[in-house]
């Protein structure tokens, strides 16, 4: 699969110290941690291996970098939720769906919690 043009990385890379900067004060160290991890994903930052041909001829090599597996990172779990949307997608009956939505009183949510 072809990388994007722009990714979440590198609008974090960009401007994520800025934004952090502006938003002092509003961002959990969770949160922190999430953003750090989707900037450094994928780069020197975290390692990596060379894999190189074993075909002498060849001797094809590339670097490929190590993952954060953050489970908020687009990178590392895109495709596992694109398999996931896929296999649910699968489940779903051959027929049109609708949300029925109600708001009760909160002096009903006995009769409500009956049915
Ligand atoms: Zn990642």
Redesign the pocket.
Known sequence: MARPALEVADILRDLGSAWRDANAGHLGLGQLKVIS??ES??TAALGGHVARCENAACGYTTIAYN????RH?P??QGAAAREWMEARAEELLPVPYCEPACNFDPCCGVIGAQF
């Open positions: 991890a989707i994903c994928r993952s954060c597996r953050n990172c990178k590392c």
